[in-house]
C-alpha cells in the first residue's frame, strides 16, 4: 500500500468520524434546541396560568370588598331612613289630633312600672290636654287594676310630648325622646318592618 493509500484512509476515517461527530453534535444542539423550546413553551404556559389565576384572584377579590362596600352603604342608607322615619313618626305623633295622641298616652300609663300616686308633669303645650284628659286617663288605670293615682303637677317640663311622672324623687321619663332612646330597638324593628318588609 503506498503512502498516499494510507494518507487517504486516515483522512477518510478522520473525516468519517469527523462527520459522526458533527451529526452527533448537530443532534445534541437539535436536542438542546428542543428542550429549550419546550421548557419555554412549558414556562410561558405556567406563567399564564399563573397570570390568570393571580387576575382571578384578585378579581374575587375586588369583587368581594366592592360587594361588602355596597353592602356597608346601603345598611347606613337603611339605617337612616330607618332613624328618619322613626323621627318623622314621633314628630307626627306630637302634633297628631288630639284622640289618636291621648290614646298614645294612656297606652304608655298603662305601661308605666309606678303603683300609688304620682305627679304627672307635662310640657306647657299639653297641659290644657292633661285637664281634659285626666279623668279619662285614670278611669282607664283604674280598669286596668293599675293602682296608679295621677296628680296633675303644677310644674311643666321643656319636652317634645308624653310626660313624666314622679313619685318623690324617682322619675319615670315617658317623653317621646326617652322613649326613642330607650325604646329605640323596637321602634326601629317596626320602622324596618314598614319600610323594607324585614325585621332589623
Same mark, same amino acid.
Given at each position: ?7 487517504? $484512509? ?33 414556562? !410561558? ?32 342608607? $337603611? ?52 285637664? $281634659? ?45 326617652? !322613649? ?21
Amino acid at each position: 500500500m503506498a503512502l498516499e493509500d494510507i494518507t487517504r $484512509r486516515i483522512v477518510s476515517a478522520a473525516q468519517q468520524e469527523a462527520d459522526a461527530l458533527l451529526s452527533q453534535a448537530q443532534q445534541r444542539a437539535d436536542d438542546l434546541k428542543r428542550e429549550a423550546a419546550e421548557r419555554l413553551a412549558h414556562e !410561558i404556559v405556567s406563567a399564564e396560568q399563573r397570570a390568570v389565576e393571580e387576575a382571578a384572584a384578585r378579581h374575587a377579590r375586588l369583587t368581594a370588598t366592592a360587594q361588602l362596600e355596597g353592602r356597608k352603604q346601603e345598611l347606613a342608607a $337603611r339605617r337612616a331612613l330607618v332613624s328618619s322615619a322613626v323621627d318623622q313618626a314621633l314628630a307626627r305623633l306630637a302634633k297628631a289630633d288630639e284622640e289618636t295622641y291621648a290614646a298614645f298616652l294612656l297606652g304608655i300609663l298603662l305601661q308605666a312600672p309606678f303603683e300609688g300616686e304620682a305627679d304627672i308633669l307635662v310640657s306647657a303645650k299639653d297641659r290644657d290636654l292633661l285637664q $281634659r284628659r285626666l279623668s279619662h286617663f285614670q278611669r282607664e288605670l283604674d280598669r286596668a287594676g293599675r293602682g296608679l293615682t295621677l296628680r296633675p303637677s303644677p310644674e311643666t317640663r321643656e319636652i317634645d310630648g308624653g310626660f313624666v311622672l314622679r313619685q318623690g324623687r324617682i322619675e319615670y321619663n315617658a317623653s317621646l325622646a326617652a !322613649i326613642k332612646r330607650f325604646r329605640e330597638h323596637d321602634l326601629r324593628a317596626a320602622a324596618n318592618e314598614a319600610l323594607f318588609g324585614e325585621d332589623a
